[in-house]
């Protein structure tokens, strides 16, 4: 069964720097998504991303974040500053298209020091 | 008032007993609804989405109150495998899932 897939699966970094979180959606999906859960809370939206655009983000998708699609397979959200409170998982998904079920990768936990 | 509000729990179940979970949403103008699944550290996973009439998937039933606006889930039959954190999702006419905190549940043998 096809899956989305995400690396790293665990990132550590200092405040201030950037990380790069990489995701790979299902192969014949068209729309990708971030989410985060910070621990111990609830699953937050952050961004979606259809036809090379971003079609809806969250407060929380600020100046810090930006994703893309640099080639026909990857899905990337980097965040350019970290701060302590970026520390949280963050979970790639996507759906073949709007309508249609959302599917999670396994996550990368991003720990900023 | 939060979006989509559940119970925390946790819901603490024998094998073989019966469990309903509960979830309210604040936005009339929802459109889909949804019951995901988390295990602890992982990602959510889809186990049901929520119809008007009511579906039923194997021992779990959901039902949907839109004049309520209110979500349930039955688990029938409880399995040692059931034991999860809840997820009551819903969505307006947007891309966004919007999650509520999620309700622990945990059968003991």
């Known amino acids: 069964e096809p899956e989305v897939t995400q690396t790293p699966s665990h990132q550590v970094t200092q405040m201030g720097q950037e990380v790069i979180l990489r995701c790979v959606p299902i192969?014949?999906?068209?729309?990708f998504y971030w989410y985060r859960q910070i621990l111990g809370q609830k699953v937050e939206f952050l961004v979606s991303?259809?036809?090379?655009?971003?079609?809806?983000k969250s407060e929380i998708f600020d100046d810090q974040f930006s994703v893309e699609r640099p080639d026909g397979s990857n899905f990337t959200l980097k965040i350019r500053s970290t701060k302590l409170e970026d520390s949280a998982m963050y979970f790639c998904?996507?759906?073949?298209?709007?309508?249609?079920?959302?599917?999670f990768g396994p996550g990368t936990r991003l720990l900023v020091l | 008032r939060k979006e989509v509000e559940q119970d925390p729990g946790p819901f603490n179940v024998p094998e073989g007993a019966t469990v309903a979970f509960n979830c309210t949403y604040s936005?009339?103008?929802?459109?889909?609804f949804f019951w995901y699944r988390q295990d602890c550290r992982k990602e959510p996973k889809l186990l049901m989405s929520?119809?008007?009439s009511g579906n039923e998937d194997g021992r779990f039933t959901a039902q949907l109150n839109r004049a309520s606006q209110y979500i349930s889930l039955l688990i029938r039959d409880s399995k040692l495998s059931d034991s999860a954190t809840y997820l009551c999702?819903?969505?307006?006419?947007?891309?966004?899932?919007?999650f509520g905190t999620g309700t622990r549940l945990q059968v003991f043998p």
């Open positions: 936005n009339s103008a929802s459109q889909s």
């Open positions: 192969s014949n999906h068209l729309y």
């Open positions: 998904a996507s759906s073949p298209n709007r309508e249609e079920t959302q599917y």
């Open positions: 999702v819903v969505s307006y006419n947007t891309d966004k899932l919007i």
């Open positions: 991303f259809y036809n090379n655009e971003i079609s809806e």
């Open positions: 929520v119809y008007s």
